[in-house]
């Protein structure tokens, strides 16, 4: 696997989830993810920290659109069909930590959350919202 490759971190470690094990998979369709490989994980050049995996509500992309981040609105010319609800998209961390403050987060997908969000929203919150626990 080729160092830069999104699926590991410097040194080959393979990118690992909130709870400690793998990445699993956010979505491929619609394809998401900063390295649009379908998997929330990070690098230096995700700015953005593109590391939430969520699964979207009206709610969430209403509010997402009043700060001035439209996630539903289609632009073919970014080759971007728009979000729709119950889709899942790899979310930046601040914006969800915003939308928590706001109480409009969205679920999450704890497998598919990367560990580097932990940066950004505690494991207990993200735990709270999580579609994937028993």
Known sequence: MPRDDPGRRGGGRPARNVLGGPLAS??????TGFFRNGCCDTGPQDFGSHTICV??????????RS?????STPRPE???????PGQRWCLCAPRWAEALEAGMAP???LT?????AL???SLQDLKQ???DLN
Do not use: Q, W
Not at 26 to 31: K, Q, R
Not at 67 to 71: S, V
Not at 112 to 116: D, F, G, K, N, Q
């Open 26 to 31: 956010c979505s491929i369709s619609p394809m």
């Open 55 to 64: 699964v979207l509500t009206e709610a969430f992309l209403e509010f997402s």
């Open 67 to 71: 700060r001035g981040n439209d996630l």
């Open 78 to 84: 970014f080759g971007f069909a728009g979000l729709k």
């Open 107 to 109: 679920r999450v997908v």
């Open 112 to 116: 598919a959350t990367h560990e580097a």
């Open 119 to 121: 940066a950004y929203a």
């Open 129 to 131: 919202y999580a579609v």
